[in-house]
Nanobody
C-alpha cells in the first residue's frame, strides 16, 4: 500500500524559511514523479512545484519561482520543498503528490496527472 506522509509545516512570519518533507513508502520511489500542491481556505488546490524521477527536471508555479526549491533523495524515498522568503499568501495546506512515471522528463502542473496524495501539512505565514 502506498503512503505519502508530509511533515515540516508550521506557523511562521513573513520572510521566514521552512522545509517540507514527504516520505513515500510502498512503492519504488525512483519510478515516480513527485509534486507539491497547496490549498488555501475557500480556494481550489493549486500547483506549486514538481520534479521528475531523477531530479533533472523541475517545474515551478510563477508565484513561487525564485523562492521555493524542490528536490528529492531517492535513497531516502523523500521529496522536499524548501520555502524561502515566505509571504502571507503562501498560507495553505501543502500536499505531496506522486505519479508513476519511470524515466520520464516531462512534467505538468495538472492536478489530475498525479494520482497518489498525502494528507497535507499546514503552513501559516503571518505578517
Amino acid at each position: 500500500q502506498v503512503h505519502l506522509v508530509e511533515s515540516g509545516g508550521g506557523s511562521l512570519k513573513t520572510g521566514d524559511s521552512l522545509r517540507l518533507s514527504c516520505v513515500v513508502s510502498g512503492v519504488t520511489f525512483s519510478n515516480y514523479a513527485m509534486g507539491w500542491f497547496r490549498q488555501a481556505p475557500d480556494k481550489e488546490r493549486e500547483f506549486v512545484s514538481a520534479i521528475n524521477w531523477s531530479g533533472t527536471s523541475k517545474l515551478y508555479a510563477d508565484s513561487v519561482k525564485g523562492r521555493f526549491t524542490i528536490s528529492r533523495d531517492n535513497a531516502k524515498n523523500t521529496v522536499y520543498l524548501q520555502m524561502n522568503s515566505l509571504k502571507p499568501e503562501d498560507t495553505a495546506v501543502y500536499y505531496c503528490a506522486a505519479v508513476f512515471n519511470p524515466a520520464g522528463t516531462m512534467l505538468t502542473t495538472r492536478t489530475t496527472w498525479f494520482d497518489i496524495w498525502g494528507q497535507g501539512t499546514q503552513v501559516t505565514v503571518s505578517s
